[in-house]
């Protein structure tokens, strides 16, 4: 009698877990609020201006605006990084050598809009 106990009681475990599965996905939500977003952050030889473009799911382009950090190093990072980010579709990307201080100012001013960007959507 037992056996048969644990025998239907399984057997009811399996269906109900089998039955509760079948639910429905639901819709993912957007990641970002589609846009233009904007953020300064503090580079080598002054203050930067990184505009990013989302679409609601990813991150379609960075520009950044540098008009004060030093031709042939700062600039130069500023332009790679913005294409290495919007490669890879995050501001975590490893930073210029010799531009460490752009790098981080760049790669800080595209979290914000990332961040500002992902709130707008909710």
């Known amino acids: 009698m037992k056996y048969k106990l644990v025998a239907l009681f399984s057997a009811a475990c399996c269906l109900a877990l089998a039955v509760g599965c079948q639910g429905?996905?639901?819709e993912p939500a957007s990641r970002y609020a589609a846009g233009?977003?904007?953020a300064e952050a503090t580079g080598y030889g002054g203050t930067l201006t990184v505009t990013v473009?989302?679409?609601q799911d990813q991150?379609?382009?960075v520009s950044v605006s540098a008009p004060a950090e030093t031709p042939g190093i700062g600039l130069e990072a500023a332009e790679q990084l913005a294409s290495d980010i919007t490669a890879a579709q995050t501001w975590s990307v490893d930073g210029i050598s010799q531009a460490t201080v752009t790098s981080d100012a760049v790669k800080h001013a595209v979290k914000t809009c990332m961040e500002q960007a992902a709130a707008a959507a909710c």
């Open 24 to 26: 429905q996905t639901a």
């Open 36 to 38: 233009s977003y904007q």
């Open 53 to 55: 473009e989302f679409s």
């Open 59 to 61: 991150l379609l382009a």
